[in-house]
């Protein structure tokens, strides 16, 4: 297990502490993220579910999660998750309506290939969301030097908008829409 992955084990519960600790900053993603999200239903998925902290309040019912220990938690909290890594996702093609990726692409160790089994998941049509830290935002300049988050991140590569959106086109996805505030930046698609 890389250095990048075995944080998330180690340190689960400081991970997950911090969402209790930056309510504001957690409660804006979310309000965000409502804006965009397609109406959820029983084959929405989020990959990269972490403790859950997105999934159950936005009422995705099923996660993918490399991590045990994170894993562990967003089972407690009611939801299914399947272990599994982005780039390669433990689902059959064409059986989920919605994606939801946060703070996700920062931690793939390979993006194209991730974009790749996003697109095969998902039915005609269906969407993705993603949110993510950009690469020049305040974020990434706040959170680098704040102790505790400087553990999880300093392990992350961040992107650019613009990256994002070269990902999406070369895997078939149709951007539809781009909020992007104080460095977190939200991108829905559909597949083409």
Same mark, same amino acid.
């Given at each position: 297990?890389?250095?990048?992955?075995?944080?998330?084990?180690?340190?689960?519960?400081?991970?997950?502490?911090?969402? &209790?600790?930056?309510? *504001? #900053?957690?409660?804006?993603?979310?309000?965000?993220?409502?804006?965009?999200?397609?109406? /959820?239903?029983? *084959?929405?998925?989020? %990959?990269?579910?972490?403790?859950?902290?997105?999934? %159950?309040?936005?009422?995705?019912?099923?996660? /993918? &999660?490399? *991590? $045990? @220990?994170?894993?562990?938690?967003?089972?407690?909290?009611?939801?299914?998750? /399947?272990?599994?890594?982005?780039e390669c996702i433990p689902i059959k093609n064409g059986s989920c309506s919605?994606?939801?990726?946060?703070?996700?692409?920062?931690? !793939?160790?390979?993006?194209? !290939?991730?974009?790749?089994? !996003? $697109?095969?998941?998902?039915?005609?049509?269906?969407? !993705?969301?993603?949110?993510?830290? &950009?690469?020049?935002? /305040?974020? +990434?300049?706040?959170f680098l030097h704040e102790r505790e988050k400087h553990r999880f991140l *300093?392990?992350?590569?961040?992107?650019?908008?613009? #990256?994002?959106?070269?990902?999406?086109?070369?895997?078939?996805? $149709?951007?539809?829409?781009?909020?992007?505030?104080?460095?977190?930046?939200? +991108?829905? @698609?559909?597949?083409?």
């Amino acid at each position: 297990m890389s250095a990048k992955h075995r944080v998330f084990e180690e340190r689960a519960e400081e991970y997950d502490r911090w969402y &209790e600790e930056h309510r *504001s #900053e957690y409660h804006a993603e979310l309000a965000h993220l409502r804006c965009v999200l397609p109406v /959820i239903d029983t *084959s929405a998925i989020e %990959v990269g579910v972490g403790s859950g902290r997105f999934a %159950v309040p936005l009422g995705i019912p099923l996660g /993918i &999660e490399p *991590s $045990h @220990a994170l894993g562990r938690m967003a089972r407690q909290r009611g939801i299914e998750v /399947i272990r599994g890594r982005a780039e390669c996702i433990p689902i059959k093609n064409g059986s989920c309506s919605s994606i939801l990726l946060v703070t996700v692409i920062c931690y !793939l160790d390979d993006p194209v !290939l991730a974009f790749r089994e !996003l $697109h095969r998941i998902l039915v005609p049509q269906g969407f !993705l969301v993603i949110g993510f830290i &950009e690469r020049e935002g /305040i974020i +990434v300049h706040k959170f680098l030097h704040e102790r505790e988050k400087h553990r999880f991140l *300093s392990h992350a590569r961040f992107y650019s908008l613009p #990256e994002v959106q070269e990902l999406l086109e070369d895997s078939r996805f $149709h951007m539809l829409t781009v909020d992007s505030w104080a460095g977190f930046c939200i +991108v829905s @698609a559909q597949k083409g």
